[in-house]
């Protein structure tokens, strides 16, 4: 933990969407999960909003692919 993998695997998995040709990608988390909220955000990501999902509350984010 804190080693910053996470961060990193996001950022591998979003050049490879670019590489693909995607524009931008929807990320999400549950709300009380803080460390995957951090990791979204530090990968660029802007919050859309809240939907509930099979009866749970998830945030979605969306990742411009520049």
């Known amino acids: 933990r804190g ?3 996470a ?9 490879n969407c670019k590489d693909r040709g995607l524009k931008k990608v929807m990320v999400t988390c ?5 460390a995957s909220e ?4 530090a ?3 802007i919050y ?3 939907v509930m999902a ?4 998830i945030k ?3 990742i411009i692919l520049d």
């Open 7 to 15: 961060k990193e695997m996001l950022r591998l998995n979003l050049q």
């Open 3 to 5: 080693k910053g993998y």
């Open 38 to 41: 951090k990791t979204i955000l």
């Open 43 to 45: 990968n660029g990501g």
């Open 30 to 34: 549950h709300p009380w999960n803080g």
């Open 60 to 62: 979605r984010y969306w």
């Open 48 to 50: 859309e909003k809240s």
């Open 54 to 57: 099979d009866g749970e509350e």
